[in-house]
């Protein structure tokens, strides 16, 4: 019966063994740390394990299956460890992983299903990567996802549904992609985004109908994509909580009656609702005016430079308010009027 026990007592020291080559430290090893130690393989860990790290290995596919035994794990870290594709039910079992570090691999395969039981996942990082698109229901089961990294990448296009059941999405990074259009319905599932970046894609037109989808937007970045145009209305769905916009290093036009920001009896608007901004930028277009209609109440931060400006009454506030700050040398490539005895601007 002794030599029962002592089995007993060995195989349990076995199965609770910190893997050959990892490091394991925390109460009764909690974080198993695998750093660029050669694996191929997913190791066997602890199962009380919280934490692994396994960046900088080598595993060209994550297996079906290839996490089930770790119930524990909150945070896993897989970056830089060349996998090029992630299997259907990959990560089965981990319903309590929180963090998923999947950043700097070569992922351009991910089956239906790989993101299955991960239904208490919060942060999601999947940046530089080669992930052409995303299907409709592959982050369904992420249902409390709140952070979703997916820049350089090459996404071309976001389709509806894409987001369909992540409604908790507050911030959306899709930063250095291949993306020309975003297609009416795409932010349908995540109107309640705080953050977006879609800056350094191939976007020409302002995507109206996507964006109207969105109800809370507080930051939004767009800046590096061929954009002409700001159309009227743009941001009004959520104009009441815009606070920081990027639209530097476009391709930005000054306002035109008939084409730019609206028809001739209704031009200018481009930033209609819009009543809380307090950072733009504005550097690097083809701007020679400013919108009518451009929020300069409880602006902090406004940059402008490299831009040919036709400095008249529109500019105005820029002198008038000592809280707009342009962060770099600016001036007029064509001067109207002096804008100092001109009057207020019409929306003061």
């Known amino acids: 019966m002794h030599g029962v026990f002592s089995l007993l007592a060995c195989l349990v020291s076995t199965m609770q063994a910190c893997p050959p080559s990892c490091h394991c430290h925390g109460g009764d090893l909690q974080h198993v740390i695998c750093d660029n130690v050669g694996l191929k393989k997913i190791p066997k860990v602890p199962e009380q394990t919280r934490l692994l790290n396994l960046q900088r290995n080598n595993f060209p596919i994550l297996p079906t299956n290839g996490f089930r035994d770790m119930k524990k794990l909150v945070s896993l870290h897989l970056q830089s460890s060349r996998i090029k594709e992630i299997s259907s039910g990959a990560f089965r079992g981990l319903k309590s992983l929180v963090y998923l570090y999947l950043t700097d691999n070569q992922i351009s395969v991910i089956k239906p299903g790989a993101f299955n039981d991960l239904s208490d996942l919060t942060y999601l990082y999947l940046d530089k990567n080669k992930i052409p698109d995303l299907s409709k229901g592959l982050l369904s089961p992420l249902v409390n996802l709140f952070i979703l990294h997916l820049g350089s990448n090459k996404i071309r296009e976001l389709k509806p549904g894409v987001f369909s059941g992540a409604k908790d999405l507050r911030w959306l990074f899709l930063s250095d992609n291949s993306l020309t259009?975003?297609?009416?319905?795409?932010?349908?599932?995540?109107?309640?985004?705080?953050?977006?970046?879609?800056?350094?894609?191939?976007?020409?037109?302002?995507?109206?109908?996507?964006?109207?989808?969105?109800?809370?937007?507080?930051?939004?970045?767009?800046?590096?994509?061929?954009?002409?145009?700001?159309?009227?209305?743009?941001?009004?769905?959520?104009?009441?909580?815009?606070?920081?916009?990027?639209?530097?290093?476009?391709?930005?036009?000054?306002?035109?009656?008939?084409?730019?920001?609206?028809?001739?009896?209704?031009?200018?608007?481009?930033?209609?609702?819009?009543?809380?901004?307090?950072?733009?930028?504005?550097?690097?277009?083809?701007?020679?005016?400013?919108?009518?209609?451009?929020?300069?109440?409880?602006?902090?931060?406004?940059?402008?430079?490299?831009?040919?400006?036709?400095?008249?009454?529109?500019?105005?506030?820029?002198?008038?308010?000592?809280?707009?700050?342009?962060?770099?040398?600016?001036?007029?490539?064509?001067?109207?009027?002096?804008?100092?005895?001109?009057?207020?601007?019409?929306?003061?």
């Open 181 to 348: 259009n975003l297609l009416p319905g795409a932010m349908e599932d995540v109107e309640n985004l705080a953050v977006l970046h879609l800056d350094k894609n191939q976007l020409s037109s302002y995507p109206v109908s996507a964006m109207s989808k969105l109800r809370v937007l507080e930051e939004l970045k767009l800046s590096h994509n061929p954009i002409e145009v700001i159309p009227d209305n743009a941001f009004q769905s959520f104009g009441r909580y815009l606070q920081t916009l990027h639209l530097d290093n476009m391709k930005l036009k000054k306002p035109d009656r008939t084409t730019v920001y609206g028809s001739s009896t209704n031009r200018d608007n481009a930033f209609a609702g819009v009543t809380v901004l307090k950072t733009a930028h504005l550097e690097n277009n083809r701007l020679t005016q400013l919108p009518r209609n451009f929020p300069f109440d409880k602006m902090e931060t406004l940059t402008i430079s490299q831009n040919p400006w036709h400095c008249n009454c529109q500019l105005a506030p820029l002198h008038k308010y000592g809280t707009v700050t342009p962060h770099a040398p600016w001036g007029c490539a064509r001067t109207l009027r002096d804008t100092q005895q001109l009057p207020p601007h019409p929306a003061l």
